[in-house]
């Protein structure tokens, strides 16, 4: 069985990037080529993380300063690593996650204030050191992403402002550009079916060294 190089895949971006349809869509992909795959996300993807996701997104929370973020999105990813993600790559699968240790990353640290030196060693624990072999960031302007999601209830950090989003943003494209070639940055304006099946190339092509 041909299994792609980039065997721990993550795609990530501000809200409404279209990430979760397109996770989705690529797992659906491999599985049809007879690929093992785990679909999972972050927050959440165990019973202690949905546990930690429900403080995280609840609205009553609004008060919740950055730090208390961070500490709390680790401690799901420890969780996760440990219980899913890991035990999956072992086991031989490709496993695909909606969001990751780049959320906290840019989120907290290069939004939030907290800065991005303390979220990479906190990340670094809660993973083990662990990293994508390919990172996906799905851009596209935050007014686009929240028109998208217009209907459904904004969660805690949906809420934030415009100009937090923006930087959101602007974390996102700096994070993709430390990575080097382990990070893909792709246009969420694209026809979803045409950026699904970009997605799968990458997934087969890129040298997950």
């Known amino acids: 069985m041909n299994l792609p190089a980039a065997r721990f895949i993550v795609l990530d971006g501000v809200e409404g990037c279209g990430k979760s349809t397109q996770a ?5 992909a491999l599985e049809a080529q007879g690929v093992p795959v785990v679909l999972t996300y972050e927050p959440g993807g165990t019973a202690v993380g949905e546990a930690v996701r429900g403080l995280l997104l609840d609205p009553a929370y609004s008060d ?3 730090l208390t973020e961070t500490f709390l999105f680790c401690a799901a990813r420890a969780q996760h690593v440990l219980e899913v993600v890991r035990p999956a790559l072992e086991a031989g699968k490709v496993v695909i996650c909606d969001r990751f240790a780049s959320s906290t990353y840019v989120y907290q640290g290069y939004a939030g204030g907290v800065g991005p030196e303390t979220v990479t060693r906190l990340n670094d624990v809660a993973t083990g050191g662990l990293q994508p072999d390919l990172l996906i960031i799905l851009d596209v302007d935050p007014g686009v992403g929240r028109r ?10 949906e809420q934030k402002s415009l100009d937090f989003h923006q930087a959101v943003r602007e974390g996102f494209l700096e994070y993709a550009a430390r990575l080097g070639d382990r990070a893909v940055v792709l246009d969420a304006d694209l026809d979803p079916g045409v950026l699904a099946a970009r997605i799968l190339e990458l997934v087969w092509e890129r040298d997950a060294g």
């Not at 989705?24 to 659906?28: D, G, S, T, Y």
């Not at 998208?148 to 950090?157: F, L, M, P, T």
């Open 148 to 157: 998208r999601k217009q209907g459904d209830r904004a969660d805690r950090i």
């Open 64 to 66: 919740m300063h950055e």
């Open 24 to 28: 989705e869509l690529l797992a659906q």
